[in-house]
């Protein structure tokens, strides 16, 4: 019988017991969103993990053929909603390629920073969930408190609070208030000792370290193999982040740590997330110290039309490579095709990989720690 | 002439009242035999009114104290809008349960289903009738009372695996298994911590215990026996939590991986006797940690007469309550700042850890006895 059980598993079964099925989801408080997980379970260990997605796919991609290039950027929003502003400049920076247009200076700082912004917030909700997923619900409210003050910066700079639709080929779609300079420095001095706090509540936290250490370990070879990207490639000890690798908007003038832990496991996805948060603030510090004051804040020509051609762009968004690939067949304001590659996906499908011989709560934990958000896979 | 065996003021009140009443009746209806009996009946309607009143008048107070405890942990106000800061919200809620509708998911064993909830009502119910809340206010001042308590409160694990089981639903029954391993080895320190009070106290009756304690604060038994007594309060607490099903041992409910465990399919007032039930666990437990380790219902007297003059002038009740809502306002903050283990770790933490500890303080505690006469 033990033959038969796939290898790292930590329980040998010498009975023979009998296996037995249990449907994780759609509807269950851990599975961030609606996942459906079919699990085969041996008592509380699990054999074998299929996912299920689709319950609620839009059909986003097919609904971009039959909108203009601008209105896309809405649609983008409505992906991985965590990192809405992210993916805003992934679409935007796609399009730019093909309209030939360049970008002012503070319209890079502006897009920067927001990207910062938006990473923070994005592995807030992270420190929040895992917090939550093992069994910490504090942790969920604390994460989501310093969450609502990013919000607070966006609602002031794009008028809204999630769906930010903010950027434009060229620009964006406002200037920043004089407000949000000094804004952004006082959210980043509360940050700094609120994340020390927050470390010491979960980062040394000895049930913590017993639950997440060695739990749902992603070797090397096998994050490359399955396309994992962000956070969990850089746990797994690969050193790939697009801000380093491939540059895009000035994040190449930044000077920022790539954070690269080498275990694999649920507590090294953790800490590299934890890194990320400060290398993040570090890059805003750095860009409120050089942000300019004057010049245009959007290139003068406003394009809606994209030429014939195939334009790619990837970002970092802070779930991982988020690239927007658009074929426009003819000259005109709709794509004849987007296409997004979302990074939620390929961790989902490692994640049979990571959870075989683990208890049913370390599925929890390790589902926390890809961090995936259901809407962005389905689309 | 019937003479119980347990006696208190108010039952003695009641059995001199009888007679002075029965005069009045007619000749054939007077006897002493008949006297004892009405006088027996009055008092165990008093003692279960009674015992109904602190365990179900306390259960709203705990439900709105543990909201908001846990909103202020959490940054947060908690219930605001019912009532002077929303204390009517738990009655509105209580009220929502009892009218709810009741029903049982296709499939489950319905007799079973429904029992699970009455049976786990009452070990906290049988603990509370044996806690002397006051010098003169106990139930059943049993002689036997500590090994009742071990006997009775491992009662509740039965419902909780009857629940899971007869719900027909497989979140349930791993809910239900995870708690029946869990309730039973956590039974083995809890029972022993216990044993370590009975040991050093030389009774197993709670009111013997509690006098054993009398004078200042420093002969209550967590500071009486140097480092022994905090370290047996401290290992009381861990496995009272685990006794009680909470967080940061709440696995048989684990919202997170099993939506609720073994009362995932229950709603309306069986889901309300599974809710009781626990804060109910919450109130006798704290009792019983104050009742072995702190004192019970002595004044935390500091051995200088102004003062303790003044904190014995408080009654004893309300000294018990003060020291029961410390050491629940105590499980409330381990219940929102600690995260839950896995529950391989925790059977290794009872078997590996604190039984072995508890073996050592219990042979210390013995060593202690013999040292100090």
């Known amino acids: 019988m033990t033959g038969m059980l796939p290898p790292g598993f930590r329980i040998q079964r010498e009975t023979n017991t009998e296996e037995f099925f249990i449907n994780m989801g759609p509807q269950h408080p851990s599975t961030h969103g609606a996942l459906r997980l079919a699990l085969r379970m041996d008592g509380e260990t699990i054999v074998e993990l299929v996912p299920h997605f689709g319950y609620i796919h839009r059909g986003m991609e097919k609904q971009a053929e039959s909108m203009s290039y601008l209105q896309y950027i809405a649609l983008s929003d409505r992906q991985d909603y965590l990192t809405a502003i992210q993916n805003n400049l ?161 994040y190449d003038s930044f000077d920022f740590e790539v954070p690269v832990t080498y275990n694999g496991d649920c507590y090294d996805r953790y800490t590299v997330r934890i890194a990320e948060i400060h290398e993040s603030m570090k890059i805003l510090r750095q860009c409120i110290d050089r942000f300019p004051t004057e010049g245009p804040w959007r290139s003068k020509e406003k394009p809606v039309r994209l030429p014939v051609g195939r334009y790619y762009s990837e970002i970092e968004t802070a779930k991982g490579l988020y690239a927007t690939y658009v074929v426009a067949a003819t000259t005109g304001e709709k794509p004849y095709r987007i296409h997004t590659r979302g990074p939620s996906f390929p961790h989902i499908a490692a994640l049979n990989k990571m959870v075989q011989g683990h208890k049913i709560s370390d599925l929890v934990t390790i589902l926390a720690t890809l961090d995936p958000v259901i809407p962005e896979i389905d689309r | 002439m019937f003479v119980p065996s347990v006696t208190n003021p108010i039952g003695d009140f009641v059995r001199n009242l009888v007679p002075q009443v029965t005069a009045y009746l007619p000749v054939a209806f007077q006897s002493e035999t008949l006297d004892s009996v009405v006088a027996f009946l009055i008092n165990a309607v008093i003692c279960i009114i009674a015992v109904c009143a602190v365990n179900i008048g306390s259960a709203p107070i705990l439900i709105y104290m543990e909201r908001k405890v846990c909103a ?153 026996i140097p480092v022994l007594g905090f370290i047996a309060f401290i290992l009381f607490f861990i496995s009272s939590t685990a006794e009680m099903n909470r967080a940061p041992f709440d696995i048989a409910e684990a919202e997170q991986e099993l939506t609720g465990g073994y009362h995932t399919e229950y709603n309306g007032t069986p889901f309300a006797m599974f809710y009781l ?97």
């Open chain 2, 277 to 373: 039930a626990e804060y109910i666990a919450l109130v006798t437990n704290s009792a019983l940690a104050t009742t072995c380790f702190l004192g019970g219902f002595h004044a935390p007297c500091i051995g200088f007469a102004p003062v303790d003059n003044v904190l014995n002038m408080v009654p004893g009740l309300v000294w018990f309550f003060g020291k029961v809502f410390f050491m629940i306002w105590c499980y409330m903050m381990v219940r929102w700042t600690f995260v839950r283990p896995r529950v391989d770790q925790l059977m290794d933490f009872e078997w590996k850890f604190l039984l072995p500890v508890n073996l050592v303080l219990l042979t210390a505690g013995a060593a202690w006895i013999a040292i100090s006469g």
């Open chain 1, 90 to 250: 992934g679409v935007v920076i796609a399009l730019e390629k093909g309209m030939n247009i360049g970008v002012p200076e503070k319209a890079e700082y502006i897009r920067v920073m927001l990207q910062e912004l938006g990473r923070i917030a994005s592995h807030l909700v992270f420190f929040a969930c895992f917090g939550g997923d093992l069994g910490g619900q504090t942790c969920l409210l604390y994460g989501f408190k310093e969450r609502e003050m990013i919000h607070d910066i966006l609602e002031e700079v794009t008028g809204s609070r999630l769906t930010t639709n903010f950027f434009r080929p060229g620009g964006s779609r406002y200037d920043v208030p004089d407000t949000f300079i000094p804004r952004v420095k006082a959210f980043l001095d509360h940050m700094d000792d609120t994340m020390k706090d927050y470390e010491r509540f979960l980062s040394k936290n000895i049930i913590v370290l017993e639950r997440s250490k060695g739990i749902g370990i992603l070797s090397k070879e096998d994050a490359i193999a399955y396309g994992c990207s962000g956070p969990v490639l850089r746990a797994s000890g690969v050193n790939f982040d697009v801000r380093r690798a491939n540059p895009y908007s000035i």
């Open chain 2, 72 to 224: 202020h942990v959490q940054c947060r106000l908690g219930p605001m809008r019912l009532g002077w800061h929303g204390t009517i919200q738990t009655i509105a809620d209580v009220l929502k349960m009892l009218f709810k509708e009741v029903y049982a998911p296709s499939g489950a064993d319905k007799l079973m289903f429904y029992t699970a909830p009455m049976i786990v009502l009452i070990a906290p119910f049988m603990v509370c009738a044996l806690i002397p809340f006051s010098k003169d206010l106990v139930v059943a001042d049993v002689s036997m009372g500590i090994p009742l308590i071990i006997a009775v409160n491992g009662f509740g694990v039965l419902g909780i695996l009857l629940g899971g089981w007869s719900s027909n639903n497989k979140y349930s029954l791993l809910g239900a298994l995870r708690s029946g391993a869990q309730i039973i080895s956590y039974e083995i320190s809890f029972a022993m911590i216990l044993l370590f009070v009975v040991m050093i106290s030389g009774s197993t009756n709670l009111m013997d215990i509690t006098m054993s304690q009398q004078g200042t604060v420093f002969d209550w038994w967590i500071f009486k």
